[in-house]
């Protein structure tokens, strides 16, 4: 079973520093920025995203990066530049996918797509 972050855990984290870190060793730090909800298929899934700010003058490609929070929950996720902060700070993106384990909202997190 694969393990991905819920919608909650990312809209009370919002404004909180997580780290990338690169297959290679690296570790950058971001900064999350927003947790949008998106649009499920249908109302057995559910859909949102994470927008991050990364410092100023640091660029990361879309690759596998292990987020790891602010509490220490970590997870692999693959990660996407997207539209640059006001301020000219690069951002990363994923977005999730995925079925919901019961009708109280609880994600599967083994239905990730």
Do not use: K
Request: aromatic share 8%; hydrophobic share 40%; charged share 15%.
């Amino acid at each position: 079973m694969q393990s991905i972050p819920t919608h909650a855990e990312l809209i009370a984290a919002i404004g909180r520093p997580f780290s990338f870190g690169t297959t290679g060793g690296q570790t950058v730090d971001a900064v999350l920025v927003a947790a949008p909800a998106g649009i499920p298929m249908d109302e057995s899934n559910t859909c949102f995203g994470a927008s991050f700010a990364l410092p100023a003058g640091v660029y990361l490609p879309q690759d596998n990066y292990r987020v790891t929070s602010p509490d220490g929950h970590a997870w692999d996720l693959l990660v996407t530049p997207t539209r640059p902060q006001p301020d000219g700070r690069a951002t990363l993106t994923f977005v999730v996918h995925c079925r919901l384990a019961d009708p109280t909202g609880t994600v599967s997190a083994d239905a990730v797509s």
